[in-house]
């Protein structure tokens, strides 16, 4: 399919407006320049900011030298109240303790055990939808956190623990700061805001008793083989010793944050660019009518067209606009001396639309993904990479497969008016993502 080009309409709308304004409007307080430059340099009182698009420097930071740029605590420490120690937040020794833990859960032998979460959510969604007007953000909201729930607890989510959770989390994510670049200084409160800390706790309560409650049913041998049984008997193969009950807590916490929030704003993006890219939403119904008709793990692999919207949707849409790292040591970037404490800002929102890695950045054109086709790669980062590369990659791609496909076999999706993208904790739509449902 050609990009699509000014003056062609959707919905009564040009198509090329909904993609100027797609870029300018995400964390609108950056420069055009941004999108061309290799690297820029923000100053404030007490700390240089460097944002870094030659990949050679990405590359520097994520994959040759991570332990000299760990995590910036000054981006975490708003997600404690809720995270606490968890492998999202932590460091050096321990962070490497935990990943060892928890990298065989995501082992690819292990995500078929999913796939039956995730096709139970779907089917879940498709009940709940009624043909009109829907915020599909909303929606994408409750199916992947059905999914999670599915997936680590096998629960469903209207189970009363999983949509008291639900809603405690939501409570979290709504006292979240809007992030961007200009705003690093003052991105996160320490703790974040009462009420932040308070949805905190309430969840973090929440999650203690389904921990506790599991570790009981561990002990007595009649555990479910899911993502929580899974963490809570591995064991690290250097110390022979697994998580405790406390830590277990944490890592939950972040696996329901990182685990819905962005396979959401994921699945959002894709149904509105769907919509708006009307020729590829009927491509994708078409792979998921064949899909849905036979639903396996082993068929996800033949939807190439639909794993090529996604991938096309993650540039476009990173659910993760950026990602901060603290340079420990002085480095040089470019002509540029980096002091230690220094903030360094991947942004795969930047890198995703880039003028230099991209022809014709800012178009929805699943087709630059075909084989054979020469993508740059490296400027493709919605799961980072390196040692703290999303270890829920492969579940989120084939998770938001199988969601797309529940919904699109039965759906056809229309735009209605022109989401603005904004940066709170992902990638979200200023007032929601509204589409028109028709039943197909
Ligand atoms: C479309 C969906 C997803 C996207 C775009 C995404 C993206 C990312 C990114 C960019 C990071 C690195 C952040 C940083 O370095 O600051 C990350 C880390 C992480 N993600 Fe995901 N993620 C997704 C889904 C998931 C899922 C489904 C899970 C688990 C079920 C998960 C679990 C994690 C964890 C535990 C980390 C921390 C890893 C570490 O620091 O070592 N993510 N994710």
Redesign the pocket.
């Known amino acids: 399919m050609k990009p699509p080009k000014p003056g062609s309409r959707v919905g009564g709308v040009s198509l090329w407006r909904y993609w100027r304004l797609f870029r300018k409007d995400i964390l609108s307080a950056q420069p055009e320049r941004l999108y061309r430059a290799k690297m820029a340099e923000f100053k404030t009182p007490f700390f240089r900011s460097f944002l870094v698009n030659e990949l050679a420097l990405v590359r520097r930071v994520l994959v040759e030298r991570p332990s000299d740029f760990p ?1 910036s605590d000054r981006v975490t420490r708003g997600l404690r109240p809720l995270l606490g120690q ?3 937040v932590t460091n050096g020794a321990e ?1 490497e303790r ?2 060892r833990i ?1 990298n065989p859960a ?1 082992e690819g032998g292990k995500l078929p055990h999913s796939f039956n979460a995730m096709l139970a959510a779907g089917e879940a969604a498709i009940t709940r939808i009624v043909p009109g007007e829907l915020n599909v953000e909303e929606m994408a909201s409750h199916a992947t956190a059905d999914v ?1 729930f599915r ?1 680590l607890f096998s629960i469903p989510i209207d189970d009363a623990v999983a949509a008291e959770t639900y809603s405690a989390f939501r409570a979290f994510q709504r006292e979240q700061p809007v992030a961007s670049v200009g705003a690093l200084a003052r991105w996160m409160p320490q703790g974040g805001s009462l009420k932040a800390r308070r949805a905190a706790k309430r969840l973090r309560g929440l999650i203690e008793v389904m921990v506790a409650d599991r570790q009981k049913t561990i002990e007595a041998g009649n555990a479910p083989n899911d ?1 929580a049984t899974k963490i809570m008997t591995t064991l690290d193969p250097e110390t022979g010793q697994g998580f405790s009950e406390a830590e277990m807590v944490d ?1 939950v916490a ?2 329901f944050l ?3 929030e ?2 959401a ?2 699945l959002g993006w894709a149904l509105w660019c769907l919509a708006a890219a009307s020729d590829w939403g009927d491509q994708v119904a078409s792979e998921a009518r064949t899909f849905m008709e036979n639903p396996e793990f082993s068929a996800l692999s033949s939807m190439s067209v639909t794993r090529n919207v996604l991938r096309e949707t ?1 540039r476009l849409y ?3 606009p950026m ?2 790292r603290e340079a420990q040591g002085e480095e040089r970037f470019r002509d540029r001396v980096v002091k230690p404490g220094a903030q360094v800002v991947i942004s ?1 929102w930047h890198l995703g639309r880039h003028e230099a890695y991209w022809p014709d950045p800012d178009a929805f054109d699943p087709a630059r993904w075909k084989d054979g086709q020469p993508t740059p790669r490296e400027a493709w ?4 990479t390196g ?7 492969g ?3 084939a ?2 497969a199988v969601l797309l496909a529940a919904l699109m076999a039965l759906f056809r999706f229309e735009v209605l008016d022109e989401p603005v993208p904004v940066a709170h904790l992902t990638v979200r739509s200023q007032d929601g993502i509204r589409l028109r449902v028709v039943a197909r």
Do not use: D, N
Request: glycine letters at 4%; charged letters at 10%.
């Open positions: 995590k968890s492998v999202f962070w935990q990943r928890i995501f999670i997936t993502l890592q972040i696996f990182a685990g819905h962005t396979s704003a994921l993650l990173p659910p993760v990602f901060v795969p980062l919605p799961f980072s040692a703290r590369v999303c270890p829920g990659a579940f989120a791609m998770e938001a």
